[in-house]
């Protein structure tokens, strides 16, 4: 149980365009799901919390209007990278809270694979 | 306020010898604490967390981690080392009552088990 999945693993894009990954909650629901930044061999920087049905809150720093993010179910969020330049390119995971744990086990949060974002 | 600092960015053990990834953390609330575990272009696993009770808590694949408040250390170990065991290792923490029970990072150690 607690699978959370990212679409694409992968992708190239030119300098400019958009850029939209995925993140599923694939057997549980999740009201919150976090999005984080990864260079290479660094670690895990918190971009945002999504909050199911309400907007993002941003870390400083963060360009919300840059790095669209949407939740509009309970078992996805998406993570939207406008005019892509080749800075952008990282390694993008998204994790997701169980919602029936909130109370419960609050800290316990399930990772995605990752999606590596190369821009050109 | 936390934090949490990883003493080493890369340590290199011998198969078969002690391992040991350093933490220690900082926080103004009872830490949650983790260790995460990451093979290349692939996401996080969790090996092990201390939320309440016995500070010595045992993990998948062997691993175990210990609990020091007075040390506010949580330094991650494994008995003998295996080649697959070479990975990049986080140390997180989160708070009691923080707000969003947010997640925060270490730098990570790349473990690194010579044959």
């Known amino acids: 149980g607690a699978v959370v999945s990212q679409h694409p693993s992968r992708v190239i894009c030119k300098s400019g365009t958009s850029v939209k990954i995925e993140c599923r909650s694939l057997d549980f629901q999740a009201t919150t799901m976090f999005w984080y930044r990864q260079f290479p061999k660094q670690s895990l920087m918190l971009m945002a919390t999504?909050?199911?049905?309400?907007?993002?809150?941003?870390e400083q720093g963060v360009e919300k209007d840059k790095f669209l993010i949407n939740h509009a179910s309970l078992t996805l969020s998406t993570l939207t990278v406008t005019s892509a330049h080749p800075e952008d390119s990282s390694f993008y995971i998204c994790?997701?809270?169980?919602?029936?744990?909130?109370?419960?086990?609050?800290?316990?949060?399930?990772f995605g694979p990752g999606t590596r974002l190369t821009v050109t | 306020a936390q934090s949490v600092t990883q003493l080493g960015s890369h340590v290199s053990v011998s198969e078969g010898a002690l391992v040991l990834l350093r933490c220690n953390y900082s926080s103004s609330v009872p830490p949650y604490l983790f260790w995460y575990v990451q093979y290349p272009n692939q996401g996080l696993q969790l090996l092990l967390k201390?939320?309440?009770?016995?500070?010595l808590v045992k993990g998948i694949n062997g691993f175990e981690a210990e609990f020091k408040k007075s040390e506010t250390s949580f330094h991650l170990t494994k008995p003998s080392a295996h080649m697959s065991d070479a990975a990049e290792y986080f140390c997180a923490v989160s708070g009691h009552n923080n707000a969003g029970n947010m997640l925060t990072f270490g730098g990570g150690t790349r473990l690194m088990v010579k044959p």
């Open positions: 201390y939320t309440t009770g016995a500070t």
């Open positions: 999504s909050n199911e049905g309400s907007k993002a809150t941003y």
């Open positions: 994790s997701a809270r169980d919602h029936r744990l909130a109370g419960k086990r609050p800290y316990e949060q399930y």
